[in-house]
């Protein structure tokens, strides 16, 4: 069975950085697409990021010219860096990979913007 293990989460300022890292267990086949959502207290899970096999990436709008989502196919894994950060990016995020026959979620890391 597939694991995607997230790391790379932690406390920061506001105006500060950091970059998340999703590695998956094994090879995925046949990978429609790959992304970041998270899910603060008492919200909804959204889509913070998602990158295609292409290379085609969109954002949310509350992260445009803030985060970069990226992938190393070598390395079944997927970056986000996340730039500027702000207090209401605080959330916990999920790393997703999508594929032709299921759809793969990683526990979870948590990033917290203090002000």
């Known amino acids: 069975q597939v694991q995607l293990v997230e790391s790379g989460g932690g406390l920061v300022q506001a105006g500060g950085s950091l970059r998340l890292s999703c590695v998956a267990s094994?090879?995925?086949?046949?990978?429609?697409?790959m992304g970041w959502y998270r899910q603060a207290p008492g919200k909804q899970r959204e889509l913070v990021a998602r990158?295609?096999?292409?290379?085609?990436?969109n954002y949310a709008d509350s992260v445009k010219g803030r985060f970069t989502i990226s992938r190393d196919n070598a390395k079944n894994t997927v970056y986000l860096q996340m730039n500027s950060l702000k207090p209401e990016d605080t959330a916990l995020y999920y790393c997703?990979?999508?594929?032709?026959?299921?759809?793969?979620w990683g526990q979870g890391t948590q990033v917290t913007v203090s002000s």
């Open positions: 997703n990979v999508a594929s032709t026959r299921s759809d793969y």
């Open positions: 094994r090879i995925i086949w046949s990978i429609t697409g």
């Open positions: 990158i295609t096999t292409g290379g085609s990436t």
